[in-house]
């Protein structure tokens, strides 16, 4: 599950916590650290909610800053699944996704910007409303930068 | 999750680098909700403002929750059919970026939000207070001191408040920020409530990166 209290899960923002549908992702093998070229596999699953209220399913993979200034961010892999696309399928299905990581940005975790990787997968609804799930993953092993601060 | 992964070398004892609660992504408007005070909340708030011909300004010092309580708003009145057509002005932005003669800006369904009005020039105040109502459009801004327009909040912050914001961030883990540590970021910047998250950011960093150490 993507949205638990597990300090390796990312957090959301707290709007995105609200009206969501219950959105599963899980990487093959609960990997949680990838090198550059490697494939991340892993599968979703989203619950919770009527397949008629479903507008779009999207799945990406991507990176972000996190920090104290300006965000960034970058979509390496992405997926679009319709309404239609998931009646056809049905909606409690598991579904499966893989794509080959590339060489950078690797994971950060500096002091005042880090670089998150994470799988992220949408959930929009048709009242407009939408529900966000991530699952966290590491790419490369850059050491942590140690905190000088006052 | 159980770790089943080989981790990287700088991980010790298995331990993982919590995230930082009190980064930008959490703390930025529209990530963070606005803690009203009971009995407002944001239908009443626009409610007023419905009052006001939809003129309003959001009174408030740096960094006490303006541009999160403007976040908040915007949906609430594009949900009661406003059109909302928003300016965020940075230092030294004395006008608008955009000019008034656009046809976007010229009707009674719109409302112009500005985020920092107090950057605008007098001129340029005049200008679009003129327009607006001229083509009876809406005007909402936010600004550090009062404006001849009606104050429709004035946001402030108080120990309390913090504490309330910092257990909301923290979801009440409270392993790295104490109560303590609180208020002292708030007695170091008062009603900069922004600032004193970014100073709780580099706490937690710290705080962090002393325990993986000890492990």
Sequence with gaps: MARTADPTTHRLPLTSLLHEPLISITLDKGQQVYQPGQTVRGEYQIDAVEPADIRAVELSVLWY??????????????????????????????????????????????????????????????????????????????????AVLP | MKVTAVQPPAIRGGFCPPQN??????????????????????????????????????????????????????????????RVVQFTLHDGERRLPIALSDRALSDAQTIIVVDGYEQLNAASRRTLDRHCRRYATGLLVTSHEPTHLAQLYQTAVDCELMETIVDLLTRGDRRFVSATDVERAYCLHGQNAREALFSLYDLHERRWRELHERL
């Design chain 2, 21 to 82: 609660p009190f980064a930008t992504r959490f703390v930025r408007p529209g990530a963070m909700p606005f803690l009203f005070s009971p009995p407002i909340d944001r239908e009443a708030l626009v409610a007023k403002l419905a009052e006001l011909q939809w003129r309003g300004a959001i009174v408030g010092p740096h960094g006490s929750g303006k541009s999160t309580l403007l976040a908040e708003l915007l949906p609430e009145l594009n949900r009661v059919g406003r």
């Design chain 1, 65 to 146: 800053t996190e920090g104290k200034g300006e965000e960034d961010f970058a979509v390496h892999y992405f997926e679009r699944l319709t309404a239609g696309d998931m009646l056809a399928t049905g909606l409690h299905e598991l579904r499966r996704f893989q794509t080959e990581l590339p060489n950078s940005p690797l994971s950060y975790e500096g002091v005042v910007v880090k670089i998150r990787w994470c799988v992220r997968v949408r959930v929009f609804l048709n009242n407009g409303k939408d529900g966000v799930a991530e699952r966290a993953f590491q790419l490369g092993e850059v050491p942590y930068a140690q």
